[in-house]
């Protein structure tokens, strides 16, 4: 994961050195990249501190799921459809920026407890956490329809379904981990929504 997330870094440092767009969304696709650097760098930090977790699923389509939707957004930018206009990009960097940020601000609080499988290691219920138990996977989704947007093409949007479908099965069995391994967990999901604030 490490190794992965460095090489993607590295790919989005030279994109914002390289710079592009429409003019009026040049600022918003720089901000968004640069975000997007920012993310990856957080994730590693978070990496190289965590500890050993108290419980992993061992459920295969567990693993299987998170790791595809971990990944296959990276395919979304080769379903493309017709070239994007200018109101679309500026949809698409809008919905990447917010994603994106929305995640930042999860991750900064889910700090060590990060792991692409589902791992129990302590109940996070501060920062976006107090409203959804799982910010970081919508702010992902959120992300992710952007990079869709952006593509413009049919199969980019079922792809984008079938990612944000992966992301709730994801949320799921993640869950069944926490409660049986964190005694308070079960209070913490009675009193907060899942992916949206108010919503389950």
């Given at each position: 994961m490490l190794l992965a997330v460095t090489g993607l870094l590295l790919l989005d440092l030279a994109g914002l050195v390289r710079g592009s767009g429409h003019a009026g969304t040049a600022v918003l696709r720089w901000l968004g990249t640069g975000l997007v650097c920012v993310f990856y760098t957080l994730i590693i930090w978070c990496y190289l501190r965590r500890g050993p977790a108290i419980a992993t699923s061992r459920s295969i389509s567990a693993h299987a799921a998170a790791v595809t939707a971990t990944w296959a957004p990276f395919v979304l930018p080769l379903l493309r459809g017709a070239p994007p206009g200018a109101g679309r990009a500026g949809i698409a960097d809008l919905l990447l920026v917010s994603g994106t940020a929305w995640s930042l601000w999860s991750l900064r609080f889910l700090g060590r407890n990060l792991s692409v499988i589902a791992q129990a290691r302590e109940v996070v219920?501060?920062?976006?956490?107090?409203?959804?138990?799982?910010?970081?996977?919508?702010?992902?989704?959120?992300?992710?329809?952007?990079?869709?947007?952006?593509?413009g093409s049919v199969m980019a949007v079922v792809c984008w379904l079938g990612i944000s479908g992966l992301q709730v099965y994801r949320a799921l069995r993640e869950e069944q981990v926490l409660l049986e391994s964190l005694p308070g967990y079960h209070g913490y999901r009675n009193r907060t929504a899942a992916l949206l604030p108010g919503v389950f």
């Open positions: 219920d501060r920062g976006p956490y107090r409203f959804v138990r799982h910010p970081l996977y919508a702010g992902e989704m959120v992300s992710a329809l952007g990079i869709a947007v952006a593509a």
